[in-house]
């Protein structure tokens, strides 16, 4: 007597879920091996000093536990006086975090483009494009413009100012703009400028456009004024918007200024442009301080993820959810 075995059939769904995780996998595959192994492999080079690429085996790593943090962040005393053990480190922190100074600004004149294109206008759509043209551009190009904008003997900015001197009979010579008391404020000025017309315009573009009308046809029969307007029904409505752009433009702002830095002056003049990226940069292909570099890029996560912390926990209450 032989029995038969019923064979196990797929219904439709677990066919559906089968083919959904086959489409997902290269997606997988490749943040395991391009994002999440990278990541992993740095945590580990953080707490050993490996100076260099060999084609020696095994290679040249020496495991020094948490002597890259002490050294990053530690202090000791010298001469009766507390120092750090490595002062560029904090010297080049400061500049990251005077650089975010153009952050309020560049949000600001985001949301000032974002009313004035937001109208039912002929040819509207032209200037939407114009304005974000710039952050389509390539960073390296922007720099190079700014750099020519700069230009002591024949920049733009400084030839304006010797005509308007000569126009009023002043001696005005123009500024060294890249030099190390003004290449800060240079460099906000540029990023400025370069993200002004771009995401965080369209983002509150579509913003402007979810509000409902209702609103205010509702505070014009109540005789609110144009600012009136603005600050009791736009503000309110776009809050969510700004709170998100202020979380990824401070995590953009500790990530940033590498690229102007180094079209600039190459992080100078003695280290006036330097950025926490550019230090990371140079302590891995310049100094080949892998290590080191690793556990700079680590602090700077610890740094990124405490700051959104932050704001998700204070900055949150002052959202208007709809």
Not at 138 to 164: E, H, K
């Amino acid at each position: 007597m032989t029995m038969k075995v019923k064979k196990a059939k797929l219904d439709k769904k677990q066919i559906e879920v089968i083919f959904a995780y086959l489409f997902l996998l290269p997606n997988l595959v490749g943040f395991l091996i391009f994002t999440l192994l990278p990541v992993f492999t740095s945590l580990l080079l953080s707490f050993v000093e490996y100076k260099g690429l060999s084609l020696s085996w095994p290679p040249n790593v020496n495991f020094v536990g948490l002597a890259n943090f002490i050294e990053l962040l530690g202090f000791n005393k010298e001469a009766g006086a507390i120092v750090a053990n490595d002062p560029l480190f904090w010297k080049y922190l400061w500049n990251t975090i005077f650089l975010m100074v153009g952050i309020p600004f560049s949000m600001a004149g985001a949301l000032i483009l974002a009313l004035l294109l937001n109208k039912k206008q002929k040819g509207i759509v032209v200037f939407r494009t114009i304005f974000f043209l710039p952050t389509m551009c390539q960073t390296v190009a922007v720099a190079l413009l700014w750099l020519w904008i700069y230009n002591y003997d024949y920049g733009i900015i400084n030839t304006f100012i010797r005509n308007l001197g000569d126009l009023f009979n002043l001696n005005l010579e123009g500024v060294h703009w890249l030099n190390a008391e003004w290449i800060k404020p240079s460099m906000i000025i540029a990023t400025t400028w370069t993200y002004l017309g771009g995401t965080n315009m369209i983002l509150y573009l579509a913003a402007l456009q979810n509000i409902p009308k209702a609103l205010y046809e509702a505070a014009e029969i109540d005789g609110a004024s144009s600012f009136q307007k603005f600050w009791a029904v736009t503000w309110p409505m776009i809050s969510p918007t700004t709170f998100f752009i202020a979380v990824m433009s401070v995590i953009g702002g500790f990530q940033g200024g590498f690229m102007f830095a180094y079209i600039f002056a190459k992080g100078g003049p003695h280290g006036a442009s330097t950025t926490l990226m550019y230090y990371i940069f140079e302590n891995f292909f310049t100094w080949h301080n892998f290590g080191y570099a690793c556990t700079i890029a680590w602090f700077m996560f610890v740094l990124i993820f405490g700051a959104t912390l932050i704001n998700w926990r204070y900055g949150g209450k002052l959202v208007h959810y709809t």
